[in-house]
C-alpha cells in the first residue's frame, strides 16, 4: 500500500474515532456506532482494504487470526467487530449490537476498495445488508450460508451425534447464560466443526478467544430463524469457500441456490477441512486466495482499459 500504518491512520481520522499508540502492534479504530477495527497490517500493492469479519455470533475477530497469518494479500488487513461483540465491549452490548446493518454500512462506507471476507454467521449478516452491493469492491465468503436452512443440516447432524458433555451445557446455558458458559458449550461442541486432525487446535482457539453471549442471545432471538439473503452479487468479484466436511454450513447450500450460480462468483471446496478451513488445509485457502486476486487484477486491468 501506498501509506504507512501511521499515515494510514491519521487518514481516516474524520471517519473514525482513533485509539492506542500507533507504534504499538494493535491499533484500534471506532466508528460512531462502535464497530471496532483493528489494522493487522498493511502491504505494498494494490489499495485494497480486506475486512476480515468473524462467525459467532459472540466470538471476536481473533478467530481471524490464523487466518491473516498465512494469507498475504496486496493492501490494507483489517479485524472488525460489531458493536458489542467478541470484546469489543459497550454500556449495552444488545442494544448495540442491534445496529450490526447500520454499523457494518458505516464501517465499510468510511474506506475505499473494501473486501468483506465473512465468515459463518459474519457472511450471513453480509448478505442480509444490501446496501453493501453498492460499496463493496469484493466479497469472500466462507462456511456461510445463503439462507437459516443450515440449522436443519446442523440440526440433524447434531441428533445423529451426539455429544452429552454439550447436552449439559446446552440445559446449563439456556437457564443461565454466561460468557463462560456459552465458552464452555462452544468448546464441548468442537467435534462438530472440526475434522479429527485439527480438533486439539480449534479447541485451543476457542479457549483464547473472548465469547459475549448476550449478542448471541440477541442473533438467537432476532436473526438466525428468519434470516435469508437480500441480495446476491450481480458483478462483484465473489468467492464462497467452505470445508468438505462442514457440518454447520455446508458448500452444498450455495450449490443449490441459483441465484449463486454467476460467472462472477467462484465456489470453491476445501479439502479434508472443517468449518475452519485455513486451521485444517492452508496450502488450498492460499492458492484459492491468490485466485481471487488474480481475478481482481484481470477485473481492474481490463477496466481500466475500457
Known amino acids: 500500500m501506498r ?11 474524520n471517519n473514525f474515532e482513533l485509539h492506542g499508540d500507533y507504534n504499538m502492534k494493535k491499533s484500534y479504530l471506532w466508528t460512531k456506532l462502535k464497530a471496532r ?9 494494490e489499495s485494497y482494504n480486506w475486512l476480515f469479519l468473524p462467525g459467532g455470533p459472540g466470538l471476536g475477530s481473533e478467530s481471524l487470526n490464523g487466518l491473516a497469518e498465512i494469507l498475504q494479500l496486496p493492501g490494507a488487513v483489517w479485524h472488525v467487530d460489531f458493536p458489542g ?10 442494544e448495540y449490537f442491534s445496529h450490526w446493518s447500520e454499523a457494518l454500512i458505516e464501517v465499510t462506507s468510511a474506506l475505499e476498495n473494501v473486501i468483506v471476507v465473512a465468515h459463518s454467521s459474519g457472511g450471513m449478516f453480509t448478505l442480509a445488508t444490501p446496501a453493501l452491493e453498492d460499496i463493496l469492491t469484493g466479497l469472500v465468503l466462507m ?6 436452512s443450515w440449522q436443519q443440516f446442523f440440526t440433524q447432524y447434531v441428533k445423529e451425534n451426539p455429544l452429552t458433555e454439550a447436552e449439559k451445557l446446552q440445559a446449563l446455558y439456556d437457564k443461565a447464560p454466561s460468557n463462560e458458559t456459552l465458552k464452555k458449550l462452544t468448546i464441548a461442541c468442537a467435534p462438530y466443526f472440526s475434522t479429527k486432525n485439527s480438533l486439539q487446535e480449534i479447541i485451543l482457539l476457542l479457549e483464547s478467544l473472548p465469547f459475549n453471549y448476550k449478542t448471541h442471545l440477541w442473533a438467537a432471538e432476532n436473526f438466525d430463524q428468519t434470516y435469508k439473503a437480500k441480495w446476491f452479487p450481480q458483478a462483484m468479484p465473489t468467492l464462497i469457500i467452505a470445508g468438505d466436511q462442514d457440518h454447520i454450513t455446508p458448500l452444498k447450500l450455495f450449490l443449490d441456490s441459483p441465484d449463486f450460480q454467476r460467472e462472477n462468483i467462484l465456489i470453491r471446496e476445501i479439502d479434508n477441512a472443517s468449518h475452519f478451513p485455513w486451521i485444517d488445509n492452508p496450502p488450498q485457502i492460499k492458492k ?7 481475478r481482481l487484477r484481470l477485473i481492474k486491468r481490463f477496466v481500466s482499459h475500457v
Do not use: K
Request: proline share 7%.
Open 143 to 148: 462456511d456461510s450460508a445463503p439462507d437459516a
Open 37 to 45: 477495527l483493528h489494522l493487522v497490517h498493511s502491504a505494498p500493492g
Open 85 to 94: 461483540d467478541g470484546s469489543n465491549s459497550t454500556p449495552d452490548d444488545a
Open 3 to 13: 501509506y504507512g500504518l501511521t499515515s494510514l491512520l491519521s487518514r481516516l481520522a
Open 288 to 294: 484459492i486466495f491468490d485466485e481471487y486476486c488474480q
